[in-house]
T-cell receptor
Framework: DAGITQSPRHKVTETGTPVTLRCHQTENHRYMYWYRQDPGHGLRLIHYSYGVKDTDKGEVSDGYSVSRSKTEDFLLTLESATSSQTSVYFC???????????????FGPGTRLTVL | QQPVQSPQAVILREGEDAVINCSSSKALYSVHWYRQKHGEAPVFLMILLKGGEQKGHDKISASFNEKKQQSSLYLTASQLSYSGTYFCGTEGLSGTYKYIFGTGTRLKVLA
């Protein structure tokens, strides 16, 4: 258990409304990520962060913004939600496995977002 | 651009072997493999690094051909618990911890 939580776990909203998803980690890891998962597309990177206030775009960043003001929190905001943003959103961190010292990604439980 | 995985889906009987391939259009520093059960988050299986180092799972093996920018995951003597969707995650040569995932391979093991 890498100590990653996401909130909310489920959300239904209407087109045009703003939505913020929160990812919280308790392990003090530097790298945090937001992915969306859709059938046929696998996991696609939206944004990632390599430190407080340091973020970079992923493959599908249009329509999304992120903020990281503290090490433990990474927020994903949909400024004006659209139906095409209906998806399952996963937060992840990159941490070092204690067993052999290699990096692996740990994923949060996911947030299912429906935009009507 | 997402790495391409093949096959898209495979059905096995318990005890049979399978190979899942991941092909990238970019030069790679590392490849990760993950398995996701239905309704759950992906779980790390193993990492393959440029230069041949491999770390991770005890019972699943993989290869990484740097020249061809390809990786393969080998599932031998499959068990029912191997069922799920497998993803490769690739990291470019700059080693920036920015991972791009493949489209996934659905694997089902039947008794």
């Amino acid at each position: 258990d890498a100590g990653i939580t996401q909130s909310p776990r489920h959300k239904v909203t209407e087109t045009g409304t703003p939505v913020t998803l929160r990812c919280h980690q308790t392990e003090n890891h530097r790298y945090m990520y937001w992915y969306r998962q859709d059938p046929g597309h696998g996991l696609r990177l939206i944004h990632y962060s390599y430190g407080v206030k340091d973020t970079d775009k992923g493959e599908v960043s249009d329509g999304y913004s992120v903020s990281r003001s503290k090490t433990e929190d990474f927020l994903l905001t949909l400024e004006s939600a659209t139906s095409s943003q209906t998806s399952v959103y996963f937060c992840a961190i990159t941490g070092t496995s204690g067993r052999a010292g290699y990096n692996e990604q740990f994923f949060g439980p996911g947030t299912r977002l429906t935009v009507l | 651009q997402q790495p391409v995985q093949s096959p898209q889906a495979v059905i096995l009987r318990e005890g049979e072997d399978a190979v899942i391939n991941c092909s990238s259009s970019k030069a790679l520093y590392s490849v990760h493999w993950y398995r996701q059960k239905h309704g759950e988050a992906p779980v790390f299986l193993m990492i393959l690094l440029k230069g041949g180092e491999q770390k991770g799972h005890d019972k699943i093996s993989a290869s990484f051909n740097e020249k061809k920018q390809q990786s393969s995951l080998y599932l031998t003597a499959s068990q029912l618990s191997y069922s799920g969707t497998y993803f490769c995650g690739t990291e470019g040569l700059s080693g920036t911890y920015k991972y791009i995932f493949g489209t996934g391979t659905r694997l089902k093991v039947l008794a």
